[in-house]
């Protein structure tokens, strides 16, 4: 499922770069590496979406929304705001065509909407805090997580894998199986198109996020460890 920017009819465009930048700088200062992060909106808008979903960067987002009928059926309620689940992503079928902006970069406009039902024990959100992560395509909704994935080759099967670099649930959002449908969704993705394994860090650290991984069905390889080369390091390269 990917995300980039939409068009309906002619002047109505909507861009998820804001909260996606958002959710990066969430995931970041969870991990303790907000010093790290460079992203930031006027980035993203340069450098996401350049190739259409699953063959570029692909991000996933999970939105809660409120309880509405639709052509899918029933979106969840649950008595505490009445809220829903939907992963938003690449639409089913021919590759979108590119859409060109203003500032030249081409973003893929292509959308594709799942519903889930789920059962929130959490709290309401204030206004203030909510407002920020607003869905641009509807204000009812507020999205509360995401996953940025890409395709990479795996030399050893001659195919492709799909690598999750960011997968982020907001705290007051946490242990409501929502990280589940997440990643569910992505796999689910993954397997229908044929990738050979989908592939992602942890931190040592976190424990909790491990055993969740684990109970999922994707053990930690105890025998791989991750090399960078970075910053000036890399950079020595140059000359």
């Not at 860090?201 to 080369?229: H, Q």
């Amino acid at each position: 499922m990917g995300l980039g920017s939409s068009k309906r009819g002619v002047e109505q465009t909507f861009t998820f770069f804001g909260v996606v930048n958002l959710l990066i700088q969430g995931l970041a200062d969870y991990e303790g590496a907000s010093k790290d992060c460079h992203a930031t909106e006027s980035a993203l808008n340069s450098t996401l979406f350049q190739q259409p979903p699953f063959v570029g960067t692909t991000v996933f987002l999970l939105e809660l929304g409120p309880l509405l009928e639709s052509p899918k059926g029933l979106v969840a309620s649950n008595g505490v705001g009445n809220h829903g689940v939907l992963t938003i992503g690449a639409s089913k079928g021919k590759t979108p065509e590119p859409r060109v902006p203003a500032n030249g970069a081409a973003t893929y406009s292509s959308f594709h909407e799942e519903s889930h039902e789920v059962n929130l024990t959490c709290a309401e959100e204030t206004s203030a805090s909510a407002a920020p992560y607003r869905s641009p395509r509807d204000k009812t909704r507020t999205i509360v997580g995401f996953a940025l994935c890409f395709p990479r080759y795996v030399c050893y099967m001659a195919r492709n894998a799909l690598f999750i670099d960011g997968l982020h649930v907001r705290e007051a959002f946490r242990r409501q199986g929502l990280g589940t449908i997440l990643l569910t969704t992505v796999a689910q993705q993954a397997a229908k198109r044929g990738f050979a394994r989908v592939d992602w860090i942890v931190e040592d650290w976190n424990v909790s996020a491990i055993k969740f991984y684990e109970g999922m069905g994707a053990p930690v390889m105890p025998n791989l460890l991750t090399c960078r080369l970075k910053g000036d390091n890399l950079g020595a390269y140059a000359s």
